[in-house]
């Protein structure tokens, strides 16, 4: 397979994934998101990267927002929001930790390319379905030519992305200059 052959096989893969997401699951992460000033992110690997960069760009929008991972994280409390990103939806120590984080009064968001993994179906309270081939996915998703859970990572990342986009549209108190003026200003 040659180079353009890849690419242009990865193009309908993320097409596929972007046509087959239902946006009524889309908006509801959108409102809950909307509905939270304190918001707590976790993912691993490459999943993880891309959930960090949607951390960033949460904090730019002025959303109180912390990493699980990072040691200055505080405590979660009752009414806090928990978006854990976990491609199969059964990753064990992120399920442990989406458990203490549902004991401690948070409500946990689990977004997945395979709803019926464990903690999507038995932890979460609410899940955000991302239809792209998963590393160990079970479900019906969109296939990929990509090894283990690459199409799902990538679109996380670029739905991410898409969800800051409508939000700061969609609000008149935002827009990307005032995102600017939070960014970090010691580089």
């Given at each position: 397979?040659?180079?353009?052959?890849?690419?242009?096989?990865?193009?309908?893969?993320?097409?596929?994934?972007?046509?087959?997401?239902?946006?009524?699951?889309?908006?509801?992460?959108i409102?809950?998101?909307?509905?939270?000033?304190?918001?707590?992110?976790?993912?691993?690997?490459?999943?993880?990267l891309?959930?960090?960069?949607?951390?960033?760009?949460?904090?730019?929008?002025?959303?109180?927002?912390?990493?699980?991972?990072?040691?200055?994280?505080?405590?979660?409390?009752?009414?806090?929001?928990?978006?854990?990103?976990?491609?199969?939806?059964?990753?064990?120590?992120l399920?442990?930790?989406?458990?203490?984080?549902?004991?401690?009064?948070?409500?946990?968001?689990?977004?997945?390319?395979?709803?019926?993994?464990q903690?999507?179906?038995?932890?979460?309270d609410?899940?955000?379905?991302?239809?792209a081939?998963?590393?160990r996915?079970?479900?019906?998703?969109?296939?990929?030519?990509?090894?283990?859970?690459?199409?799902?990572?990538?679109?996380?990342?670029?739905?991410?992305?898409?969800?800051?986009?409508?939000?700061?549209?969609?609000?008149?108190?935002?827009?990307?200059?005032?995102?600017?003026?939070?960014?970090?200003?010691?580089?």
């Amino acid at each position: 397979m040659t180079y353009e052959e890849r690419y242009q096989a990865i193009l309908r893969e993320h097409e596929a994934v972007y046509r087959k997401l239902d946006t009524n699951g889309l908006r509801a992460f959108i409102e809950t998101i909307r509905q939270h000033e304190r918001i707590f992110l976790i993912g691993v690997g490459r999943e993880g990267l891309a959930t960090r960069a949607f951390a960033m760009r949460l904090m730019h929008m002025g959303k109180e927002v912390h990493y699980l991972w990072e040691d200055t994280a505080p405590g979660i409390r009752k009414g806090d929001l928990v978006i854990a990103t976990l491609g199969d939806g059964r990753i064990g120590h992120l399920d442990y930790i989406c458990r203490r984080a549902k004991e401690a009064g948070g409500l946990v968001y689990v977004v997945t390319g395979s709803p019926s993994g464990q903690t999507a179906k038995t932890v979460a309270d609410k899940v955000f379905f991302v239809p792209a081939s998963v590393y160990r996915g079970t479900d019906e998703v969109v296939p990929s030519i990509q090894p283990m859970g690459n199409l799902f990572e990538q679109c996380l990342f670029v739905i991410f992305d898409i969800i800051i986009m409508m939000m700061v549209e969609e609000d008149p108190n935002l827009s990307f200059e005032k995102m600017s003026g939070r960014h970090r200003n010691i580089e």
